[in-house]
Nanobody, 120 residues
Framework: QVEMVESGGGSVQAGGSLELSCAPS????????MGWFRQAPGQERTFVAAIWESGSTFYADSVKGRFTISMDNAKDTVSLRMNSLKPEDTAVYYCVADPRRRAESDYDYWGQGTQVTVSE
C-alpha cells in the first residue's frame, strides 16, 4: 500500500512562511497528480493545491497568490511553499497523489498529515 510521507510544517507568526514537502513511501508507483488538502479543527477537509506532471497547477481561491506548489518529476516529490500565512491557514495539511489527472477530489494516495499553526 502506498502512503505519502510529509515533512515540514510547524508554527509561525502571521505573515511568515513555511514549506511542506512530500514523497511516496515507495518509488514503485505511477504518479501523475500530487497535491495538498487541509483540515482545520472542527471543519471538513478541503482542497488546497494540486499539480500535474505536465506542470498544470490548481489552487483553492483562499490560497491563490500566497501558496505555490511544485513537483520534482524525477523524484516524485511535491512541495508547497506557503507565504503570507494567516491564522486561518492553521490546519493539518495532508499530501495526496494519484496516477490520474485530478484536481479537487478523488485521490488514491494520502499521507498522515502534518500540523501547521499560524499565530497572531
Amino acid at each position: 500500500q502506498v502512503e505519502m510521507v510529509e515533512s515540514g510544517g510547524g508554527s509561525v507568526q502571521a505573515g511568515g512562511s513555511l514549506e511542506l514537502s512530500c514523497a511516496p513511501s515507495t518509488r514503485a508507483v505511477s504518479i501523475y497528480t500530487m497535491g495538498w488538502f487541509r483540515q482545520a479543527p472542527g471543519q471538513e477537509r478541503t482542497f488546497v493545491a494540486a499539480i500535474w506532471e505536465s506542470g498544470s497547477t490548481f489552487y483553492a481561491d483562499s490560497v491563490k497568490g500566497r501558496f505555490t506548489i511544485s513537483m520534482d518529476n524525477a523524484k516524485d516529490t511535491v512541495s508547497l511553499r506557503m507565504n503570507s500565512l494567516k491564522p486561518e491557514d492553521t490546519a493539518v495539511y495532508y499530501c495526496v497523489a494519484d496516477p490520474r489527472r485530478r484536481a479537487e477530489s478523488d485521490y488514491d494516495y494520502w499521507g498522515q498529515g502534518t500540523q501547521v499553526t499560524v499565530s497572531e
